[in-house]
């Protein structure tokens, strides 16, 4: 399973944009981007995934280099709800999920 | 409906017991997986099962034993139970091809006294 590395936390304010940053120099031409979040006392939730382009939902935006070495999670005005712990995680064809220590994301009001 | 559910929510129980935690999901998936979260906060994967082939972590001891009566369910069987057991359990399900979301279960806070 391929790896990602993402700094072990950040600080935001609230109604901020924050950028969580993933490098994942080691994926290869098949492996989706996924993004998962937990909430404290809950279980990880869908956040968003893309392959190449970047990608949009309700919850935030995916940014992906060029090279597909590293992305980036866009939340566009971070509320007291989105303090989490933010998964990075790359899947590939029948393989499982792989969850690293992800970025806790603090929310400052 | 809740996607994933999984009982009980909590548990405690003694050392050298054996326990189950039931896990079933609506969402027609194909694979299910289960998940340990420890005091630190690291979620490992255990297993991941999709009806043909079950992949173990080889970290995993062999008393924990997953068991699915179908498509819909798996089951976690712990026999023995050991005081570094205790953590949150979650059970998991996905449809296998890789652009395909994964759905949690809400744990289960397992404690051996």
């Known amino acids: 399973d391929a790896k990602t590395t993402q700094p072990n936390s950040m600080e935001s304010n609230e109604e901020e944009p924050v950028h969580l940053p993933c490098n994942h120099s080691?994926?290869?031409?098949?492996?989706?981007i996924h993004w998962y979040r937990q909430l404290p006392s809950q279980g990880p939730e869908y956040v968003i995934h893309?392959?190449?382009s970047n990608v949009n939902n309700r919850m935030a935006s995916l940014a992906i280099a060029e090279d597909r070495k590293s992305s980036t999670l866009i939340l566009h005005r971070a509320t007291l709800r989105d303090a989490a712990v933010y998964y990075c995680?790359?899947?590939?064809?029948?393989?499982?999920?792989?969850f690293g220590p992800g970025t806790r994301l603090s929310v400052l009001p | 409906d809740t996607a994933v559910s999984q009982t009980p929510k909590y548990l405690v129980t003694q050392m050298g017991n054996d326990k189950s935690i039931k896990c079933e999901q609506n969402?027609?998936?194909?694979?299910m997986y289960w998940y340990k979260q420890d005091s630190k906060k690291f979620l490992k994967i255990m297993f991941s099962?999709?009806?043909?082939?079950?992949?173990i972590n080889e970290t995993v001891p062999n008393r924990f034993s997953p068991k699915s009566p179908d498509k819909a369910h798996l089951n976690l069987h712990i026999n023995s139970l050991e005081l570094g057991d205790s953590a949150v359990y979650f059970c998991?399900?996905?449809?296998?091809?890789?652009?395909?979301?994964?759905?949690f279960g809400s744990g289960t806070q397992l404690s051996v006294l």
């Open positions: 969402l027609g998936h194909d694979t």
């Open positions: 998991a399900s996905s449809r296998r091809e890789p652009n395909e979301k994964l759905f």
């Open positions: 995680i790359l899947r590939g064809g029948g393989q499982n999920f792989v």
């Open positions: 080691t994926i290869s031409g098949t492996d989706y």
């Open positions: 099962y999709n009806n043909k082939e079950l992949i």
């Open positions: 893309g392959l190449t």
